[in-house]
Structures are given as C-alpha cells and as structure tokens.
C-alpha cells in the first residue's frame, strides 16, 4: 500500500495513508509533502476468556477505531484497501465510502480466510464465517485489484467478482547494489552481527575487511575477497505459511556435501523480517552447530533491506501461498535486484519463476539442498548457472511498479 500511496502522489492526488506503524515507513512517504500518515492503535492481545470472545473484541475495536479515524478525515475521492487483512476492513471501508461519497477499491493480495485456514484449520467456525464475509462484502467494491491472472479468475468464477491484475513490481530503489555500497553496508551489519565480520584481520593495516569485501583506505578501491563466503538471502513474515524447517534442513546437507569434500562455499545466510514465529524458529537455529555456514536473522532499516537484496549472491523463497493464488513480493524484489532465487513450488509460482531461467523451483528440502549444490559449485563460478541466472534478469529490463501503475491503475482511476 506504501507504492499505491506514492503513486497516487506521484500523480497529483493528495493521500492520507491509515496503517499500523510497528516499523518506520520509507523516506519517500515521510518526505512527501502530499501524504500524510495516520497511525492506528493496535489492541493489545487479550489473555481473559474464550478465543472466540478475544477475537470479537478485537474486530469490534478495530471496526470503530478505523470507522472514526476515516471520519475524521476530508471526504476522499478513493479509499484504496488491501485485504488482507479485510476483516473488519472492507465492510467498514464501504461504509464509510457510502457516508462520504467515497469509491472503495479493493487490492487482493490473498484471501484472508485462507491464511486463518492456516491456524485454525480450513472447516473451523471463525474461518467459514471469514469466508462468507470475503465473500459477501469483496462485491460492494467499485474497482478490484489483484496480483495474478489465477486470483482474477478465481474471483470471476468463484466469488462473481471483476477484477484487474496488476502484479507486483519492483520499486525503482531495488536494483544491483555498487561494490563501494555493498562494503559500506557490510562493515555497518558487522557492528551487530558477526556473520558479517571479517574472518582474520587483514594483513595491511589500511585495508578495511569484512565477511565478504576489503578496501585499501589509500586508493578506496573496494574487492571481493578470495575464498568469501556465499551471501544467501530470504525474507519473511515468520508465518505458518512459510517452512523454514525446508530451509534448515537443506543447510544440514549442504553442510555434510562441504565435509564430504565437495568444491563449495561456506555460506551466510541471511533471514531477514519479524513475525509470530521468528523465536520458534530462532531457537531451532541455535540448536544447530554448522561448522561451515552462519545463520542471522537481522530486523533491517527500510533502505538496507533494497542494498542487502543487491548485495546477495542467491535468494530462497519459502513462500507457500494460503490459497494457492498469490505471489511473494520478496521474489519480486529480488528479482527487481537480478538476483536469482530458488522458491518452492506451488500452483501459480510459474506467473513470476521461471524455472531454468530466472530461477529454480524445488518441492522439499532435498531438492533445495540439490540446487544449492548445483547453483554455488565452484562459486564464484563467472560461467555458472547462477551468473546465467542474472544475466537472464539484467537482459530482461523488468518493468518497474511506477511504470506499471501509470499503466494499469491509473486509467482505471481516471475512467471512474
């Protein structure tokens, strides 16, 4: 919602951005004299009574607070949602468009029911309730958004609802990260996390070292050091529809190939994000004891995430979607740096991966650990697969989310 904003500013309305503000927004959106951020309050999780009453308590709050706080405002010509999350939202949205003359657009990223599938179970009561208010109250929109043509049609077919793909795309900010930048940012990481630290101490005392580069402080020329570990990079919101178990796993036997004495790298790998399951799968890390790869799980500022991305040598998507309809935005971001990723399967992964093209696709761990294997042998390998990989995306000159916008959405907004 953050590009949705800086478009629409970008293209002369003025925005007011609702959200909650658990991180800090990008620049661009702080700097904007045509945006202003409103921040919700987020309720605090309750501990007394029966889940079911919890979760009542808090739709009911989080339906006044948002209905008061879009009251509160200048009537807008547009209330853009992103659903999900859409309960209570999308009915308090419409209401309040209906109050204020306002047309209500819905962007479907997903379907909320099907991520609280994810706990509760698909046939639970809260679920099949989800399901049936997605349903009813995703028609009331004017204009409907959504990420892939699978979603678009299952929309039509399933819910009688018309909508418009509009996929993901990188920003402009998302591109290759320069040797001198990558170094920079190395150094910075360094001074919290020591997977980024040199692994000896540079025998010239001018050069400037770390995990990965060196600069000699006379002449400021930045290298790769000989002998670097691979850089391998994934994100995530630490939820139930990402296995991070495939991934540990896979390190266990890229970790055994490396005793066995196979021709590859000691590898960093870097999980970046928060979420609800980032301590379970914290402490399954620690009980690991890699001799040969380093796991950090850092919380990045907002424009180190885009020069981490441009600085990686291999991306992994661990992203399963809840409906089997949506695409991971990591895998566009990463795609928007050239950087290749291995992602696990599911039904429309082909609409952004191209497998043997810009990527791999695996089912399990085991075939994670083999593409590991076949990707970083040799590495840095300049006629390898994973440099094709890169070349693919350099060559294919992606279209970027301003261009992309202005091309889809916009006509969209203008026609109504």
Not at 45 to 50: A, I, Q, S
Not at 352 to 357: A, W
């Amino acid at each position: 919602m953050q590009y949705h904003a800086l478009s629409l500013a970008k293209n002369g309305f003025s925005v007011t951005l609702l959200g909650f503000c658990n991180s800090r927004p990008r620049e661009e959106l702080l700097q904007s004299d045509r945006i202003q951020i409103v921040s919700l309050t987020e309720l605090p999780r309750l501990t007394v009574g029966p889940h079911i009453l919890q979760y009542g308590v808090k739709v009911v709050f989080q339906a006044v607070h948002l209905l008061w706080k879009l009251m509160c405002r200048d009537p807008a010509a547009y209330i853009f949602l992103q659903n999900p999350p859409g309960l209570p939202a999308i009915a308090v949205c419409w209401f309040a468009a209906c109050l204020c003359g306002s047309k209500l657009v819905i962007d479907w990223h997903n379907y909320g029911y099907s991520i609280m599938g994810l706990v509760h179970g698909p046939g639970h009561c809260l679920v099949l309730l989800a399901k049936w208010y997605e349903k009813l109250c995703g028609r009331l929109s004017h204009l409907n958004l959504c990420v892939t043509n699978a979603m678009r049609e299952d929309l039509a077919e399933n819910w009688g609802i018309k909508a418009v793909t509009v996929y993901d795309k990188p920003a402009s900010f998302f591109k290759e990260t320069p040797l001198d930048l990558q170094h920079q940012l190395f150094m910075k990481l360094s001074r919290i996390y020591s997977a980024f630290r040199a692994r000896s101490e540079p025998s010239d005392l001018d050069m400037e070292r770390s995990a990965f580069t060196e600069r000699d402080a006379q002449s400021a020329v930045v290298t790769h050091l000989h002998g670097r570990p691979a850089l391998l990079v994934s994100s995530t919101s630490w939820t139930e529809d990402e296995d991070f178990s495939i991934l540990l796993a896979a390190l266990e036997k890229f970790e055994q190939l490396i005793n066995d004495g196979e021709s590859l790298p000691s590898l960093v790998c870097v999980i970046t994000g928060k979420g609800p399951l980032k301590e379970y799968y914290s402490h399954l890390i620690c009980q690991k004891r890699f001799q040969h790869i380093q796991v950090c799980t850092p919380w990045l500022e907002a424009q180190d995430y885009p020069l981490l991305l441009g600085s990686a040598d291999l991306g992994v998507c661990l992203h399963r979607s809840s409906s089997g309809l949506d695409l991971p935005m990591k895998v566009v971001d990463m795609f928007g740096c050239c950087l290749p990723v291995c992602a696990v399967n599911f039904p429309c992964l082909h609409e952004l991966v191209k497998h043997e093209e810009n990527g791999l696709v695996f089912e399990d761990a085991q075939g994670l650990a083999a593409q590991l294997q076949l990707l970083l042998s040799k590495f840095p390998d300049p006629a390898g697969k994973l440099n094709r990989f890169r070349e693919n995306l350099r060559e294919s000159e992606q279209l970027r989310w301003d261009e992309s916008w202005k091309q889809t959405v916009l006509p969209l907004i203008s026609d109504t």
